[in-house]
């Protein structure tokens, strides 16, 4: 019985180990996520944590001229920047991507994430500094 239970916390530990050592050697990077959505339906993003070699990005669904779906999570850095038709309840809408290599950086739209990004790196070193 005892070596019953040795032999399932070693395969307890072996799992532990092979799912948790690539985070930890890695730097992975931390995203938001949220399904393939219209654009006014409400959805708290979830936070995700990308497999290495895999960037955030945030998708726009347009129809015509209007936006109206969204998505966000992790993607291979060669499937950033591309186009693609996608059809939804009988609607062909076009997909577009964008990614980048900042944690949490798919959060607002374009430009905003990076300077709400720089915003935050300059207030933490106004802070560490004691210039604030």
Not at 15 to 26: E, I, N, R
Not at 46 to 54: L, M, R, S
Not at 83 to 98: E, N
């Amino acid at each position: 019985m005892a070596r019953l239970n040795m032999l399932q916390l070693l395969h307890f530990a072996v799992l532990w180990f092979y799912l948790l050592l690539p985070s930890l050697l890695c730097d992975n990077l931390f995203c938001y996520y949220s399904p393939i959505l219209e654009v006014e339906k409400p959805f708290e993003l979830i936070v995700t944590e990308c497999p290495p070699d895999k960037l955030c990005f945030k998708a726009d669904g347009r129809y015509g001229n209007h936006s109206a779906l969204s998505a966000r999570g992790c993607m291979a850095k060669r499937d950033c920047s591309q186009v693609h038709s996608i059809d939804l309840k009988g609607t062909v809408y076009t997909m577009s991507y964008s990614c980048c290599d900042s944690p949490y950086c798919n959060s607002c739209p374009g430009v905003a994430a990076n300077s709400l990004h720089i915003t935050v790196t300059l207030m933490t070193v106004a802070v560490m500094t004691g210039s604030w």
